[in-house]
């Protein structure tokens, strides 16, 4: 291995007056080079750099004066004047006469390689530094994962393998001080891979997470973050990471194929799912079959169901938090993959040191397998979504730990069926046609004293459009959103145990949506309803806009006081709501808009403090170094939806609802890998929107806002975190969530309510790439309104007569889950080869209630039998 | 083979959306094994506000029709509030039993019963806002629950409900188009059955006749039943455009439905769509297995609430 130096240079007369014309007609010639010194800190840890000298060469061809004009770093600057100082020309010639001149001359500091077949050689190796300490650490495990070869570092936090077989393979660097990192590396043949990593030391109370360069989050009070490699091999997820969050501790089950996130008792539009900050609309695509962003492309998952910091508002519920990966370089990689239900595939490049490229996208056909392999019209009667995203991004390093990234996101969901009567009135169809897509540009700095800054404007459009008829009774609702919205944030020390975080969280959006139909199509939660019930026959159409724009500005600050760490923090959201009319159009007076100020009101009746920011506040206390005791709380709001703001269908004036987020649990570290979490929740919700129970409503008022909620429960969770290639769960979480709907009304079961929500998930890597799982989950039924009568009603249909709401529930859920996978090394290539066997005890689980036609007697649509995907990956 | 293929499908079906999947579930609907309330109509079927109106029901048991003199009838003034779900409101569904005995029911449609079920806001009193007008169905009528009530059967309580459509002149439309609409537009009337053939496997076709003897029925045979609509069943009317700016012409579709105290109907209902032209509609039933006296029921429905029937007797004998 040597270090060479490159060089050039442009030449122009240094003795001459600069108004003379160029009387050079020979150049100087360099005749005796002077290899540079290469600095040998900066050469062990793989820095190159480029120099920038101006050379004085006297008519006798020495060197005279070197300037630096372009710095490369001092040490490296003073390495290329030294070696420069050495040199010897042959004079420069003018008119036959030698004569001074000055040259520009480009020193490179590069570092090749070069391999000797000669006995075994290093071909991997590098150091491991402090990330803001630049330290060299000792005793680091390295640990290429394939191949179940480990090694640690020296004094100088140095490492190496010999002979790696070229390919691509998981590197883990691990050390119970700090936060493990795991990258991939690429042995290429007859090369040598000299990398220099930077690790942090474990933040107290954060769990460890796939970080390589990235400004640090703090924990919430109470969140669940999942490495990405440990996602991918849960059972019942087919390999995609995101739908891990389905199993996390605080998620209530979604109703089968409803791929819809009931965190906390809360709705499932009250959870947020933010990509790199930026909201997108759904984490799952349609029937919850896969997630709308590629798993690759994914660094991690944080889920917090509640009581989370200032920084994130917008929602009632909980919040999922995914960050994208850094695109890895350099060299070209990718994946293949494809099972019964869809093909996805990605693919980055490094174009050169400072700018990488990453695409990815995903195609379903499981809706033509079907059609394939079964009668012609079988997709009529069983809804096969087709689905397809795509996500590109490109990351451009501007300067060391500055780096601007622009990522393009994109889903489709397409549902059709129909299903033929010989009555045309039960005949149904249904067409949805859901979308969205996002651009944003995320600028993110890291400063040497550990501020950062980080800077996310986006643009993004939604678009749903739902066509339904049952019989002679159809409904549309076309919904067309242009949301924009900026984030930036200030992350910096203040004091040795303050560090401040402010922000700014600016959101527009505007609506454009139409609806005909009936007030009660689609049912809404808290509607006392049976399962494919004939909607009533009222037809009303309406077309509205509504914009909804609002500035959040935050703070908080996280302190730390001895064994203390509070993070309090304020979050503002005035939001700013535009209507284009407030009363149903009619063929008589000209529409009237409408516009109104409102933001998240604090829960207390003294109205200096109601009216103030919202305060949220996270308390931990270790008094032991294993344990932790943590309480979170806050107020937290969420506009209105616009689907709610139709003169006709809902009720202009509603405004945002709001709610009071409680926590206090602890944290027990049994084992370095091992922990006991529990956390006690409740939660309060105000101003809720619900139907009106008038029978004769006012105009413009068929929804109201009087509605509350209430929420408790306490989770646990064990967590076995990767250790010698095994890692799972067990969660359970006992809540009780209730709904008021109006006043005078009591308190209700929510339709979401799960008692009991168990899962027991584990994963063991066998050896000889060999791995299995298994995935266990129990839950309570949801509660549904049971039927109590008959009666013979519109055009000789049975309608039902009900009991009280909510009184009753569907059966419980138990399901077991395995999976098996087997990983092959081919060259530069890795194949993954995956069964993921759902329900292998065939369990008959209750879905839904369904009825007779005549209500007299009642069944279940029973879910998942034994099924299994079987699906392959290619990476290299 | 089907078996296993019938379970792939459905592992398939239940990967993506087995909510979308509503399997058949008890005993259908077109045997009659108990007490059914096959319909409760107006006569005429559209009433004007302070017209009057005799309302009458069809009661099937497995003996045949079925008249009740203690049915108890009641008319409900409440309308249905957006929280429900139901085609009529709970609170016009009492356990109470009904308190117009009888076998027919006289009312009068109630003279603001466009405003308490149409598309007329009720007069806004002082300091209140005004009051949504109902919604119209597909055909732009409004309805006026008349509950009936049997609390006496042997096997339990049967309720129904008739819906009598009521004639009101449209809201939120311009002059000229109110004036069309009057102009354009006629009350419903009940739509017909002028006859109804069996049709063998072999081609025979027979007229079925309350008045004749019953047509004979081999065990476990199966036979097609053709209903002919009387002319003039499928009317049609101008519907007010959700704009109110224009008239829609629509016609009415007609809904059978089939009934028998024995045997199996492939559908318990057939119909003709508004845009198709047929006049009639067909169905097929198997026979029992053995031997027994059959009683057939057709309920002929249009669009907007006009309700016909008729009964015939077959015999399962060799």
Not at chain 1, 600 to 628: F, G
Not at chain 1, 844 to 858: A, F, G, L, V
Not at chain 2, 80 to 103: F, Q
Request: hydrophobic share 35%; with cysteine; glycine share 8%.
């Amino acid at each position: 291995m040597a270090a060479l130096a490159s060089a050039g240079f442009l030449v122009c007369p240094g003795a001459l007056r600069a108004d003379e014309p160029s009387p050079i007609g020979k150049p100087p010639s360099l005749v005796h080079f002077v290899q540079a010194e290469y600095p040998k800190d900066k050469h062990d840890a793989g820095v190159t750099s480029r120099v920038l000298l101006s050379i004085e060469i006297g008519d006798d061809g020495k060197v005279g004066g070197v300037e630096v004009l372009e710095s490369g770093g001092p040490d490296f600057d003073a390495a290329a004047m030294a070696a420069a100082r050495q040199f010897v020309f042959t004079p420069a010639e003018a008119g036959g006469q030698p004569i001074p001149v000055k040259i520009t001359y480009r020193y490179d500091f590069t570092i090749v390689t070069k391999l000797v077949s000669l006995g075994p050689q290093v071909n991997f190796e590098g150091v491991i530094l402090d990330r803001f300490k630049k330290e060299p650490l000792a005793n680091v495990k390295v640990r290429i994962r394939e191949l179940d070869l480990d090694t640690k570092t020296d004094a100088e936090g140095r490492f190496s393998f010999t002979d790696l077989v070229p390919a691509t393979y998981k590197v883990e660097i691990r050390h119970p001080t700090l936060v493990t990192v795991v990258t991939d590396e690429t042995i290429h043949p007859g090369q040598k891979r000299t990398m220099k990593y930077f690790v942090e030391k474990k933040e107290d109370d954060v769990d460890e997470e796939v970080v390589v360069r990235a400004a640090r989050i703090k924990k919430e009070a109470v969140e669940t973050r999942i490495r990405t490699e440990e996602a991918r091999k849960v059972p019942g997820t087919q390999g995609d990471t995101l739908k891990v969050v389905q199993n996390l501790p605080g998620v209530g089950r979604a109703s089968f194929g409803s791929g819809q996130l009931v965190v906390w008792g809360s709705s499932p539009k009250e959870t947020r799912v933010v990509v790199e900050g930026v909201e997108i609309p759904s984490l799952y695509h349609m029937g919850g079959l896969r997630s709308t962003v590629n798993s690759d492309l994914v660094k991690s998952i944080d889920l917090s169901p509640g009581a989370y910091g200032a920084d994130y508002g917008r929602g009632l519920g909980g919040l999922v938090r995914i960050d994208l990966a850094q695109i890895p370089g350099p060299g070209t990689h990718g994946y293949v993959a494809a099972d019964i239900m869809d093909t996805s595939a990605e693919l980055s490049t490094a174009v050169n040191k400072r700018l990488r490229l990453a695409v990815a996208g995903r195609i379903s056909y499981l809706d033509r397998v079907m059609a394939a392999v079964t009668s012609a019209d079988i997709g009529d009667s069983f809804p096969i979504p087709r689905y397809d995203d795509y996500q590109a991004r490109a990351g451009l390093s501007l300067r060391k730990d500055e780096e601007i990234t622009t990522t393009f996101l994109a889903s489709d969901d397409h549902l059709r069926r129909t299903i033929p009567n010989s009555d045309p009135r039960d005949q149904r169809t249904q067409n949805i046609d859901t979308s969205f897509h996002r651009v944003f540009v995320n600028y993110a700095r890291l400063f040497e004293d550990g501020s950062s800054v980080k800077v996310t404007p986006s643009f993004g459009i939604d678009r749903n459009t739902e066509r339904d008829k049952f019989g002679d009774q159809a409904m549309d609702i076309d919904t067309h959103t242009l949301q924009y919205a900026l984030r930036a944030n200030l992350r910096r020390r203040v004091h040795a145990s303050a560090v401040l975080l402010l922000g700014m969280d600016v959101q527009g959006q505007r609506s454009d949506l139409s609806r005909n139909g009936s007030v009660n199509q689609p049912p809404r939660e808290g509607d006392v309803v049976v399962f494919g019930q004939r909607p009533p026959p009222g037809i009303a159409s309406d077309a509205w806009k509504i914009s909804v724009f609002s500035v959040a500005s935050y703070a908080t600050v996280d302190l730390k006081l001895g064994n203390w760490t509070l993070t309090p923090g304020l979050r503002f959201e005035p939001t700013w709501i535009d209507g284009d009319h407030r009363l149903p159009f009619n063929t008589i007076s000209t529409p009237v808009g409408y516009s109104k100020l409102d933001a998240p009101v604090n829960p207390i009746n003294v109205p200096v403090l109601r009216n103030l920011p919202n305060p949220r506040l996270q308390v931990a206390w270790r008094p032991i170094s294993r344990l932790t005791l943590n309480s979170g709380a806050g107020v937290y709001g969420q506009p209105p939806s616009p689907e709610d703001m139709s003169p006709v269908f809902g009720n202009p004036s509603v405004v945002g609802s709001y709610a009071f987020h409680l926590t206090g649990g602890f944290s027990l570290k049994l084992r370095p890998t091992l922990a006991l979490e529990s956390v006690a929740f409740y939660k309060k919700l105000y101003g809720l929107v619900s139907r009106s129970e008038n029978p004769s409503p006012p105009v413009g008022q068929a929804l109201t806002q009087d509605g509350t909620g209430r929420v408790r429960g306490v989770q646990l969770l064990l967590r076995q975190e990767l250790f010698k290639g095994f890692f799972g769960w067990v969660t359970y979480t006992l809540s009780k969530s209730e709904r008021q709907d109006h006043p005078d009304q009591g308190y209700r079961l929510f339709d979401y309510d799960q008692t009991h929500v168990l899962a027991l998930l584990a994963s063991y890597a066998l050896g000889k790439g060999y791995e299995v799982g298994g995935r266990f989950r129990y839950s309570t039924g949801m509660p549904r309104t049971p039927v109590t009568g008959n009666f013979l009603g519109l055009d000789g249909y049975s309608e039902p007569t009900f009991g009280a709401h909510n009184s009753a529930r569907i059966p419980a859920f138990y399901q077991l889950d395995v999976r098996g996978e087997k990983t092959f090394i081919l060259q530069r290539m890795k194949l993954s080869v995956f069964v993921d066997v759902q329900n292998v005890t065939n369990r008959k689980n209750p879905e839904e209630i369904i009825y007779s036609q005549d209500y007299k007697q009642k069944s279940y649509i029973i879910g998942l039998p034994t099924l299994a995907v079987a699906g392959a990956r290619l990476e290299f | 083979m089907e078996q296993s293929k019938r379970a792939f499908i459905c592992a398939l079906a239940a990967i993506s959306f087995a909510l979308g999947c509503k399997p058949a579930v008890g005993q259908a609907p077109s045997l009659i094994t108990d007490y059914a309330l096959l319909a409760v109509m107006g006569q005429p079927p559209e009433a004007k506000p302070g017209d009057k109106v005799t309302y009458s029901y069809l009661l099937a048991s497995p003996a045949g029709t079925f008249d009740d003199n203690t049915a108890g009838w009641d008319v409900c003034l409440t309308p249905k509030p957006p929280a429900e779900n139901n085609a009529v409101a709970s609170a016009c569904n009492p356990p109470t039993p009904g308190t117009n005995p009888g076998l027919t029911f006289d009312s009068v449609m109630p003279t603001d019963a466009c405003q308490l079920f149409g598309p007329i806001a009720p007069p806004v009193q002082a300091g209140k806002p005004a009051i949504r007008p109902r919604d119209p169905d597909a055909t732009g009528g409004y309805y006026l629950p008349v509950r009936v009530k049997f609390s006496d059967l042997e096997t339990g309580e049967v309720t129904g409900f008739a819906f009598e459509r009521i004639s009101c002149t449209p809201a939120n439309a311009n002059g000229p188009v109110i004036q069309d609409y009057k102009s354009q537009y006629h009350a419903n009337t009940d739509p017909g059955i002028a006859s109804t053939d069996l049709v063998t496997s072999g081609g025979a076709r027979t007229t079925l006749d309350t008045a004749t003897q019953p047509v004979l029925v081999s065990p476990g045979e199966t036979v097609d039943f053709e209903a002919t609509f009387t002319t003039g069943s499928a009317e049609t009317f101008p519907v007010l455009a959700p704009s109110g700016d224009a008239l829609v012409p629509q016609t009415e579709s007609l809904h059978m439905s089939w009934f028998a105290t024995a045997g199996s109907f492939v559908h318990d209902r057939t119909g003709v769509a508004s845009d198709e032209t047929a006049t009639s509609t067909t169905n097929s039933w198997k026979a029992p297995a053995t031997a027994m006296d059959i009683r057939l029921w057709l309920v002929l429905r249009d669009s907007r609430g006009g309700t016909a029937f008729r009964s015939y007797a077959l015999i399962v004998a060799q």
